[in-house]
């Protein structure tokens, strides 16, 4: 029987540590038992995007929706749904918009309706191993109508008319950027992919270079053909080593298809692309940290300008893209500027991917038309708080970026406006917190992050940043002082204004916004000597009121041994032990709840 | 590499991820299975009516496994809809009928002696 039906399981980095590949060999397994191999082909694709319910398995042509699938759940798909053409009824995923419904497509569902998935149209669809199933998908067809019709400006003039933004964080104008660089004559040219996302909790990059790799490799040889470029570099961070497999994989499969290389579609244009490995440094996200990393040298920074546009890597004029932007740069090219604008708002238009993580019940990337409002991404896409619990505040832009509260969720996401409201885009994490999350530990966490990843080159950043850690640490540990208080907004000012790179002008940003918007928490943690959240173990302790039933639960599980009390008698916690680690109050039955945090 | 050569690699591989790939069918045509179905022979049907589409070279047409049906001893049992998901239903249905009922049902007509309804079972 000829190919009837396709598995296609997402094969992204979360539904590998899920348990992908073994789900694949069972598929092949089953099936070829069942003598329906040839009917089915099992391939593996990119993201889904819904990572909370992976492993993901949809079955085409019917579309239908997997979720949470196991090795053991295989067979039964297997000998029901492709066999016998019944749907696993208990394994399908339903959300909110599609509970009561049959027949349910994906498109359907709440999670996607709202989403333009452009930059993610290849990413659980096609499989990255095989090119033939880009171009499919009108793989290198931008490439060859660039290279073999249109001259270098042209390029450039429907870049720079798109209105696309770097979607790395700065969101400057790409088509701008390429003409600086044009502009500037040189011997040898280059542009990078900036592949380092050293954002905690980021992952669209990751999931662009797993799922869709080929994207980056023709939008490097377009924007070399526009700015001048015969060489092109990506710089991966090491801790992903399926993109960077993937990558690797398909440069080679590039090359061996003569899509890049020498005389590109008989054109006279060389376009050579190579890897390079990032070493586990925030920092070398920083375009001229990167430079410095591919040069060979300790990721810094340098002044700016010259900016790298005129004297980049090896002092040549080079272009750096993030890999959100270049994965736009194909579709630009195929469908017009008129139709990237036609989506988004006027100075930020396009799509924007989004990892939403921390207390959210749909974790995942998503991506968005810009101009859509936070609270429809929180709420509608992402399902809303987990277990019910209230929304605090969302953090965007990362290390970077700073909080946004509830009265603000109804501001449009894009470039301008999250930066109107004390906050920036950033690369596009998006973290949720809900009532048991301290603003004050969020603040100290990310600036955590940021001393340890400062390069130290300059005053302001090294020094500066590290006091206000001391500062934030004392706060938590209940030695606080109100002068600390001002001694962070002081210090925070003048960080942003004179440290050399966005690395430290960014790193004081959370520490900013949530004095700003929770400044009473940090008033409760200083005077009161009290974390509301529960959070900082200093300034929590635990009792046992005088609702316990003598349960003895508690006990059982703490660690310490710390709680004692008789037989269906109120327990007590020795305050002398207690490492106020929550598992007694965890433990307690949801009926009785007598033990409490102040 | 040349733009036709290109252009014939992007064919074949829209050929192999066809299934994946958004459509609106002009006709789209399920075989009842389950376990009435596939006692009676659906698979077979289906296999025939794959294959008489490839040889069609039919690209807008969409044929898989659907769900039982009300009409018990009428398998193997097929259900068409055309575009505007008006539906017929074929009951009884030989290897030689489903090809029929394959190019006929893409160029909108209907196979009528294998058609059932309502009121022909209930006769």
Request: glycine share 10%.
């Amino acid at each position: 029987m000829r190919v009837r039906m396709t598995v296609l399981l997402c094969a992204g980095t979360g539904c590998i540590s899920g348990g992908s590949n073994e789900l694949r060999d069972e598929f092949n397994h089953v099936l070829r038992e069942l003598g329906i191999k040839d009917e089915v082909s099992v391939v593996q694709s990119g993201c889904f995007g819904l990572c909370e319910k992976g492993p993901v398995v949809v079955i085409y042509p019917d579309e239908t929706f997997y979720a949470h699938v196991k090795v053991s759940d295989v067979r039964k798909i297997c000998e029901e749904h492709i066999y016998k053409g019944i749907p696993v009824k208990e394994l399908e995923f339903h959300d909110e918009a599609t509970k009561n419904k049959t027949n349910v497509k994906l498109k359907d569902l709440g999670f996607y309706a709202k989403q333009n998935r452009r930059v993610l149209r290849n990413c659980g669809l096609i499989n990255p191993y095989d090119i033939e199933e880009y171009i499919a998908r009108d793989g290198y067809q931008a490439l060859a109508k660039v290279v073999t019709s249109m001259k270098p400006q042209e390029v450039i003039d429907v870049v720079k008319a798109s209105g696309l933004r770097g979607r790395g964080g700065a969101g400057f104008p790409t088509g701008l950027k390429w003409s600086f660089c044009a502009a500037n004559q040189s011997s040898q040219k280059y542009i990078i992919c900036n592949a380092d996302e050293g954002d905690p909790g980021a992952f669209m990059d990751r999931a662009v270079l797993e799922g869709d790799p080929h994207s980056i490799i023709e939008a490097l040889a377009i924007g070399g053909y526009a700015i001048g470029a015969t060489q092109g570099y990506i710089y991966v961070r090491a801790e992903y080593p399926i993109a960077v497999e993937r990558v690797e994989y398909a440069i080679n499969k590039a090359k061996e298809y003569g899509l890049i290389g020498k005389n590109i579609f008989g054109s006279g244009f060389d376009f050579d692309v190579e890897i390079r490995l990032g070493a586990g440094a925030f920092v070398c996200g920083e375009e001229t940290a990167l430079i410095a990393s591919i040069e060979g040298c300790r990721g810094m920074p340098r002044n700016k300008p010259p900016f790298p546009a005129s004297k980049g890597l090896w002092a040549h004029p080079t272009v750096i893209n993030n890999v959100e932007t270049l994965a736009n740069i194909a579709q630009i090219i195929l469908n017009g500027a008129e139709w990237f604008r036609s989506i988004g708002t006027e100075k930020s238009p396009g799509t924007k991917i989004f990892a939403v993580g921390g207390k959210i019940n749909n974790t995942g990337l998503v991506e968005v038309p810009m101009g859509i409002t936070l609270r429809e991404v929180i709420f509608e896409i992402g399902g809303g708080i987990k277990n019910g619990k209230k929304f605090k505040a969302v953090q965007t832009g990362g290390p970077s970026g700073g909080c946004i509260t509830e009265e603000q969720l109804d501001t449009p996401i894009d470039f301008d406006s999250l930066v109107a409201i004390g906050s920036m885009m950033g690369s596009g994490g998006m973290i949720v917190m809900d009532e048991d999350n301290c603003m004050v530990d969020v603040a100290r966490f990310y600036l955590d992050f940021t001393v340890d990843e400062s390069c130290g080159k300059c005053t302001p950043c090294r020094e500066g940043n590290r006091r206000m850690l001391e500062i934030l640490n004392k706060i938590c540990d209940g030695q606080g002082t109100l002068e600390d208080l001002e001694k962070l907004e002081d210090l925070a000012s003048m960080i942003k204004d004179a440290s050399l790179c966005a690395l430290g002008q960014s790193a004081p940003n959370p520490v900013i916004s949530t004095i700003k918007h929770f400044r009473e928490e940090y008033l409760a943690h200083i005077v009161d000597k009290r974390c509301p959240a529960g959070v900082c173990k200093n300034l929590v302790s635990y009792f046992i009121t005088d609702k316990c039933i003598g349960c003895d639960m508690c006990a059982k599980v703490c660690p310490v041994s710390a709680i004692k009390g008789g037989k269906r008698e109120r327990h007590e916690i020795d305050q002398s032990i207690c490492i106020k680690c929550g598992s007694c109050k965890k433990a307690c039955p949801p009926k009785i709840q007598a033990i409490i945090y102040k | 590499m040349t733009l036709d050569e290109l252009n014939k690699i992007k064919e074949r591989g829209i050929e192999k991820i066809h299934l994946r790939l958004e459509k609106n069918p002009s006709c789209k045509i399920y075989v009842a299975t389950g376990y009435s179905g596939l006692a009676q022979g659906s698979r077979q049907i289906l296999e025939a009516m794959l294959d008489e589409a490839f040889n069609l070279g039919l690209n807008n047409i969409l044929i898989t496994q659907g769900p039982s049906t009300t009409f018990e001893g009428y398998d193997p049992v097929v259900e068409v809809y055309d575009i505007n998901d008006n539906k017929v239903v074929y009951g009884k249905v030989t290897t030689d009928a489903a090809r029929k009922i394959v190019s006929y049902s893409i160029a909108g007509k209907v196979l009528e002696e294998y058609v059932i309804d309502d009121k022909k079972v209930n006769q």
